[in-house]
């Protein structure tokens, strides 16, 4: 083995959706690039061990030994961990964290972060997202709009495959879209029959980075729908899959995994960052990267412990946190809680393989006709699917009977908004610690009237939508979410034109240290209805491309 590289062009802290796509764009403008990333490594195909097992070689079945429930005592809080994709998750017990307010922190400890566990739903905001602080009053104004980042979209799109269906919603722009993943029959009822009740309302197919057409080095989705195991076809976008052998094709790539970020090094005479100092979570030992520019892709609490852990002279408080921004206006959508359905007829039919996506409803309360007491608003996602037979008999006749599928069903979930609180902020705890002696964070976060005014409007209205559709015996399933539970945390490192209102600036660059740049969660302003993670990966592929600029006319 060659001496191991300290000094580079570049450092990226996080190999998730962002942090990955961000090292390939630095990578393919030239820039030898590190990319740091606190889990262990995982191999694109021959990492993903359980990926084409059956279910009955599964020892439990899919479910954790108590012994692994205590170890993942938060992560079992989301009903995403199971026997077959455990290995991905992070150990709560060496990660602990301090519940001011209940807060579902989920985490996972693998070169590529939550891109192997991510529910690929990619949709493009609209200028209604982007305006909707200026047009309400009720948080900081955007410094961006749709039009400054409708071709990154394009770009990234392009490069990671969406399939879905054009449909000219103002509200929600079209992307470049791969064939859709089409509704199946009762999906397709609920869209005849609620958009003839509902003009204002769609239902589309979902919009989901999962290839219906091979892309190089990538096959298109064999409808398995076991995605969370990592997919050896390459078939939805991930760190492994996509960014990363674009990013090592360059050779400018290093990726140094078990690398545990800790602090930004700040230099108080040039006033820029000049490295990150990571802890070896194997051996706790401290080790600094240099570099000339910095990009932050931990998530948005990740990097919101970093930028509050990068003390200084200048900077008693945290990076960039002389006016007490960083760690606040924390947001997750929330969920509703679901509401379930059965339909008679279509016995005759069936679905082909196991379509990893549904239908979408995109947002329609809060304009045009549909105005409701609370603002903003939410979506609804689901799908439908042939029900189990009702199990009767012994022997023979039940095995039979189990071989037949039941009644067709259709469950639905609403997804909305959830306004930027000052007070929905986490902070370092002063005394408890990790693993490796670093703070943890405290979380302090709920959700407020609005966003339950928004639930409880969610559940009658999807009733209401069912109904329209012919379905019965309709059912209330599970309470309203807590925030983290929906996976989408945004903020904590916003962005906006005030320096003393905002971290970033418009091009996801830090007012105060110019050569760092922050691209995942944290930077968002408002959280929107639709999941984020095309934004993030819009502005990601932005920010990058004006680093690199900047670097060039030495700006930074």
């Known amino acids: 083995m060659g001496q191991e590289r300290f000094s580079f062009d570049a450092i990226v802290v996080g190999s998730g959706i962002t942090g990955g796509l961000a ?34 070689e599964f020892p439990h079945r899919s479910a954790l030994t108590p012994e692994e429930k205590n170890i993942h005592k938060i992560q079992t809080r989301h009903f995403s961990i199971k026997e077959e994709n455990k290995h991905l998750y992070v150990n709560d017990l060496e990660n602990p964290y301090h519940e001011v307010q209940r807060y579902d922190w989920i985490r996972a400890d693998v070169l ?29 104004d955007w410094p961006i709009r749709y039009k400054d980042i409708a071709s990154w979209y394009e770009y990234v799109e392009r490069f990671v495959g969406i399939s879905g ?21 009762i999906e397709d009822v609920l869209k005849q029959n609620v958009e003839k009740a509902f003009p204002q309302r769609h239902v589309i197919p979902g919009r989901v980075a999962n290839l219906t057409s091979p892309l190089t080095g990538r096959s298109s989705c064999q409808y398995r729908n076991l995605c969370d195991r990592g997919c050896p076809y390459g078939a939805y976008f991930s760190t492994q899959s996509s960014t990363l052998p674009a990013a090592k094709a ?72 002389n006016y007490d921004i960083v760690g606040r206006y924390l947001m997750d959508h929330h969920r509703s809680g679901g509401v379930n359905g059965t339909f008679d007829g279509f016995e005759d039919k069936y679905y082909f393989g196991r379509k990893p996506t549904g239908f979408f409803i995109p947002r329609f309360v809060n304009y045009n006709d549909e105005k409701r007491d609370y603002v903003r608003g939410y979506n609804c996602q689901g799908n439908g699917v042939r029900g189990k037979q009702k199990a009767e008999g012994i022997g023979a006749d039940l095995k039979n009977l189990m071989t037949e599928p039941g009644r067709w069903q259709i469950g639905m979930n609403a997804y909305g908004e959830c306004l930027p609180y000052a007070e929905n902020h986490v902070t370092l705890h002063p005394t408890l610690k990790d693993k490796w002696g670093r703070p943890a964070l ?19 209205t999807m009733q209401e939508m069912l109904e329209a559709a012919g379905a019965r015996d309709i059912k209330v399933v599970g309470e309203m979410s807590v925030p983290g539970n929906a996976n989408h945390e945004m903020g904590t490192i916003r962005m906006g034109n005030d320096p003393k209102q905002s971290v970033l600036d418009k091009w996801n660059r830090m007012h105060e240290v110019q050569n760092v740049y922050v691209t995942d969660g944290s930077c968002m302003t408002s959280s929107a209805s639709v999941n984020p993670s095309l934004t993030y990966m819009a502005l990601t592929a932005r920010a990058a491309d004006h680093a690199v600029r900047s670097l060039k006319k030495r700006d930074i």
């Open 112 to 140: 590529g972060g939550r891109s192997m566990l991510w529910g690929r739903m990619s949709f493009r905001w609209s200028d209604h997202d982007f305006e909707a602080n200026a047009k309400d009053g009720l948080g900081l």
């Open 23 to 56: 090292a390939k764009e630095l990578c393919e403008k030239g820039l030898k690039t590190i990319l740091l990333e606190r889990g262990r490594d995982l191999e694109h195909v021959s990492g993903y061990h359980t990926a084409t097992q059956a279910p009955w």
């Open 250 to 321: 360059t050779g400018n790539l290093t990726v140094r995994t078990n690398a545990l970020a800790n602090r930004i090094i700040y230099d108080e005479n040039s006033r820029k960052a000049v490295g990150v100092e990571i802890i070896d979570t194997n051996t706790g030992q401290t080790y600094e990267y240099k570099a000339k520019v910095i990009f932050i892709n931990a998530a948005a609490l990740g990097s919101a412990f970093l930028m509050l852990n990068s003390k200084s002279a200048s900077f008693p408080n945290g990076l960039g946190n």
């Open 442 to 460: 405290s979380m302090d976060c709920s959700f407020k009237d609005n966003e339950r005014k928004m639930r409880d409007d969610s559940i009658v």
């Open 165 to 185: 269906q054009a449909a000219g919603i103002p509200t929600l722009p079209d992307s470049i879209f791969q064939q859709a993943m089409p509704l199946n029959c």
